[in-house]
């Protein structure tokens, strides 16, 4: 069975261009880089591919400066026409196998699992990594059954890959994530919404490394 590719969870931002321009988004990704997010997704749930591909491209030129993988968020084309690093599926995209498939074995596929059982297919499937929440209640997405920090830390014993922990997690509430083995945190408003995105990122960076170091 593949390990999958290495993928650096530790902080991983994810967009949200409901509250940004373009510039504001550019702008934004970029701090976080500097800030040290290790891992970036572009996530556009309104746009067409048209716009979202001219977004991934505008995105990806900074990111690539960082040294930064980026991943698409649920659109496989999108990211195979920017050469984004991978993407990202849920229940409601293609299949993991069928990314897999598309994008081929050296590209990163991520996918969200709510539940052992989906963990387990996802990385059978040929995930590198997976995406575990909503941990808490957050606005930036409907959820309607928060996932529990023991659910989490299943997932983390049972696959052998990667796992980040997302959903209305901070730098002051990751303590709830102690002892769950993640490999790292996911977050949207901690960084996306903050005044000094890089100094967000610095500082979530800190806590969540003091965090793993501590278990
Ligand atoms: N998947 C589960 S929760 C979530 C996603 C994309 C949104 C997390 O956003 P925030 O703002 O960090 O709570
Ligand atoms: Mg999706």
Redesign the pocket.
Known sequence: MRTGNQVDLTLYLVTDSTYHTTESLLRTVEEACKGGVTLVQLREKEAGGKEYLEKAILVKKITDRYGVPLII??RVDVAIACDAAGV???A??LPVAVARKLLGPEKIVGA?AKTVEAAKKAWEEGADYLGVGAIYPTTTKVITILTKPETLKAICETVPIPVTAIGGLNAENLEILRGCKMDGVAVVSAIMKADDPKRAAEYLKEKICKLKDTE
């Open positions: 968020d649920d990202h599926v849920g409601s995209d969200t």
